[in-house]
């Protein structure tokens, strides 16, 4: 106690100790004696009892997450005020009875992250005050019966346990207000439904009162795999019931979507293109829950890790990283093309290689996982080893590798029959059946029947309030309102079968009742050769669009130069390989016009593909001459938006000069992915960045962004074993600019992580290499609590080379002492840069100059 003092906090409750991050084993006798003690915070230690604490029998918060406890602690019988528990990430089974019956004023309850499967009965006497309980991450099968009697509850999150069914009651009689489930094998309602929120759940119990649920058997098939496998020809084969053979120009371009059933198994089948172009758009359509069927072409496969990784290995590991615990099928193809034992050898060194793959993989994170545990400070990691452990126990399910002659039929029937055999396995899909209430069938039918019809458009995009209109006069649905519609649409949008994004403000009124045409828009821009498309554009397309020859010249220059397309080229390339007869409308409002952006560029900015970069206002030449901080004279109207893609970027010289090189006294960390930086992980990171920090330069694999005349450099590595998202900031002339230069490289550290939700199976360590030139070491950032402060410490010491630094110099830091410094006037800038041009109102002043100078 002497070394580590008592932190007393003004709080909620006066009488608040703070004693985190410690690595106390025992409680300090001081503490215990203060029994006027309110709030008491033990998290990130290693205690596993805490004898004692009844006698501080004033206690109302009493946090211990993060602990070794495994024996629930039943002293706490005697902490009658109580009224916040936290015990979460501990390593506790069983709860016994005849404690929380002593807790009558216990408001918060935190059980998340320990090895439960069912709760105490007296529980239920915290039915008058409990109104926060989280069980996640737990081992539960049903909500347990005092959960049902919790009348008070208004918080209730039970992700990640093992549920296939929710009781009505736990929605009815209480002001539930927040509820998750996600992550559980869910049959009734559905995890589709249950992602509706509290409300879709309500209304899906509704429908139940007056009819039986209905079984629905569906499986969304995702077909990955490299260029030319053959995914196209096993879709349409197993589709058609015959082999299908197709020419090489048949092959996918973007996303493909079937449908076909197996006895009373419907499956939707996704098929995506291999090229890496395409990949870029993936991540906006594979979800969980999926069968993938992983296709490799063994007259191309080789038995070396190279073509491995290519064919094989790049796939498992983003399934690995975006949807891990999916289930994945290898199959084998062009098996015709090679003889039987080569086709043998070529199978068992697959399924060898991706075991492989995937033990080298869990042996990575035990690693990690021990570095992190053996740590003098290994408290200040507990969310890292948390998050860390969590991932050690998904991994693949590798069903067998099945190899296909996709010109023999006989082999098709084959690989039908093992699909269905797997799909039927529960081990395997314990959620493959779901219960809906006839409603849900009901809508999805007639949508069907609408998209089917004659006079339905092509595109099938429709207004939601005439859907509903088109709905309502069918003879099964005319009590069918807005909200129930919004519901049965919300689950056939998981399950894939419409597309409606309700969360996009300018998509919410439309659906797309055919996802195919939604994807075709997609696709036009981005694809596989768009230079040739470009190019391709005939004169007809043109003169329609108030274009030249020399205009396209212009697009395919600005492209090739920079991976931008202007919002007139998009609409010339859109009409030029989209058939529009009949589709002028749609084609105006997906696309925009001159002064509008249509709602296509909307989705493609949602979704990070692309960054908008306008010259909202033009110089005007008749301005009077130019003072510093005061604003540009412009002239009025709007000048044409262009669209920065990113995946297509390649040079990164002009970026580099920009930058100037790097410094030894840089501001420099890392971020280093395991098992690597996922494919369009770092462009959707340019765009998700360069829309907050309007001045900045791009290129493939760096960016330069520049927040109130700071430049910071943003650079990708992405070699096997060494792969990270390198970030660099000129070190601050005057020690009050630390705090500014911090705050936007953690304004970026924050959207990397959020990104990096995205990929619930890849790690990220953040890490600060030692400031002494030729030392190897790194410093190890400590866990992030959603502020930019990371330490307190003045200095660093590094365990290698010993010498000893400012620790701002390192990591964000609360300068002590130093008055925040005053905010910059609003001024205007202009840039000129690879990748874009912008012009307009900001709060930075900056010019190329002053950032070589820097």
Not at 85 to 95: A, E
Not at 276 to 305: K, S
Not at 576 to 601: A, I, T, Y
Request: hydrophobic share 40%; glycine share 4%; net charge negative.
């Amino acid at each position: 106690m002497a070394k580590h003092k008592a932190c007393q906090e003004l709080s909620d409750y006066p009488r608040e100790v703070t004693l985190s991050t410690l690595r106390l084993r025992v409680l300090p006798p001081t503490v215990l004696c203060d029994t006027s003690l309110e709030s008491l915070n033990l998290d990130r230690n290693k205690l596993k009892r805490i004898p004692g604490i009844s006698q501080l029998c004033n206690l109302k918060k009493l946090i211990l997450s993060k602990n070794d406890i495994a024996d629930f602690p039943e002293e706490i019988r005697s902490l009658v005020h109580l009224e916040k528990l936290d015990l979460n990430q501990n390593q506790i089974r069983v709860i016994p009875e005849g404690i929380f019956s002593c807790l009558l004023k216990l408001k918060h309850l935190r059980l998340n992250n320990n090895r439960l499967s069912d709760l105490p009965k007296d529980l239920a006497t915290c039915q008058g005050s409990l109104q926060y309980l989280n069980l996640s991450n737990n081992l539960f099968q049903d909500i347990p019966q005092a959960v049902l009697k919790l009348a008070s509850l208004q918080d209730f999150y039970i992700q990640n346990n093992m549920l296939h069914q929710l009781p009505v009651g736990l929605f009815t009689g209480r002001p539930l207000k927040m509820f998750k489930a996600n992550g559980n094998p869910l049959r009734e309602p559905p995890g589709e439904v249950c992602a509706g929120g509290i409300q879709q759940i309500l209304s899906y119990f509704s429908q139940l009162q007056t009819c039986q649920a209905q079984e629905d058997r569906r499986v969304k098939t995702m077909f990955l795999g490299a260029s030319l496998a053959g995914k196209s020809t096993i879709c349409k084969s197993l589709q058609q019931r015959r082999a299908v053979p197709l020419s090489k120009e048949a092959r996918t371009i973007g996303i493909e979507i079937s449908e076909f059933r197996i006895q009373d198994f419907t499956f939707l089948f996704w098929d995506f293109a291999g090229q890496l172009e395409y990949y870029m758009t993936h991540h906006v359509f594979i979800t969980p829950q999926a069968l993938v069927i992983l296709v490799i072409n063994f007259q191309q496969y080789q038995l070396n890790d190279k073509v491995f990784k290519e064919l094989v290995g790049f796939w498992i590991n983003n399934l690995f990283m975006r949807i891990p615990n999916s289930v994945v099928l290898p199959v084998g193809t062009h098996i015709d093309c090679c003889d039987e034992g080569e086709v043998e050898a070529k199978k068992q060194d697959v399924m060898n290689r991706i075991q492989a793959m995937l033990e080298e993989r869990r042996t990575s994170l035990i690693h990690f996982i021990n570095n992190l545990e053996d740590s003098e400070e290994s408290e200040i990691y507990v969310d890292q080893w948390n998050r860390l452990k969590e991932t050690e126990s998904c991994t693949l399910t590798i069903l067998d590798l099945i190899s296909v002659n996709c010109t023999d039929y006989q082999d098709i029937k084959k690989l039908e029959a093992a699909i269905l055999g797997h799909v039927r396995n529960e081990e395997i899909f314990p959620n493959v059946i779901r219960m809906l209430p006839p409603v849900y069938k009901e809508v999805e039918a007639a949508i069907v029947d609408i998209v089917q019809s004659e006079g339905t458009a092509e595109h099938s995009m429709m207004d939601l309030n005439l859907l509903l209109s088109e709905l309502a006069q069918r003879e099964n649905l005319t009590g069918l309102g807005r909200e129930l519609l919004q519901d049965v649409l919300r689950y056939l949008h998981h399950i894939g079968l419409i597309i409606w994004y309700e969360e996009v403000k300018q998509m919410e009124s439309m659906v797309f009742l055919r996802p195919a045409f939604l994807i075709t828009m997609f696709k036009i821009l981005v694809r596989y050769h768009l230079v040739q498309q470009l190019e391709s554009i005939s004169v007809d397309t043109l003169v329609g669009e108030h274009a030249t020859i020399r205009d396209q010249s212009n697009w395919v220059w600005t492209f090739k130069s920079k991976a931008m397309l202007c919002q007139q080229a998009m609409r010339a390339l859109v009409k030029h390989q989209l058939p529009l007869e009949g589709m002028e409308d749609v084609f105006e409002e997906m696309m925009g016009r001159k002064s509008q952006k249509g709602k296509l560029f909307s989705l493609l900015e949602h979704f990070e593909i692309c960054l908008e970069v306008r010259n909202t206002e033009k110089l005007n030449p008749a301005a009077r001459e130019f003072v510093p901080g005061k604003p540009w004279e412009v002239t009025q109207g709007h000048s044409e938006a262009c669209y920065l893609f990113p995946m297509y970027l390649n040079h990164s010289k002009d970026v580099s000069e920009v930058w100037g090189g790097d410094h030894a006294e840089d501001l420099h960390l890392r971020a280093y992915f395991s098992p690597e930086v996922p494919e369009s992980f770092f462009q959707r990171l340019m765009v998700k960045a360069c829309s907050f920090y309007s001045a900045h330069w791009v290129a493939k694999m760096m960016c330069l962004l520049v927040c109130s005349g700071k430049p910071l450099l943003i650079k990708e590595n992405n070699q096997k074993g060494y792969s990270y998202i390198e970030l660099r900031c000129r070190k601050p002339a005057e020690r009050i600019e630390f705090r500014i230069t911090w705050d936007l490289v953690m304004a970026i550290v924050s959207i990397i992580r959020k990104l990096s939700d995205e990929w619930p199976g890849l790690h990220i360590c953040l890490k600060t290499p030692c400031r002494t030139a030729v030392c190897p070491a790194e410093f190890v950032w400590p866990d992030l609590d959603g502020k930019s402060t990371v330490t307190k410490e003045d200095i660093k010491t590094c365990g290698t080379c010993s010498h000893q630094f400012r620790t701002e110099l390192l990591l964000p830091k609360v300068l002590s002492d130093v008055e925040a410094p005053p905010a910059q006037p609003a001024a205007h800038y202009y840039v000129t840069s690879y990748g874009t041009t912008t012009f307009g109102p900001s709060n930075v002043h900056v010019s190329r100059q002053n950032i070589l100078d820097e």
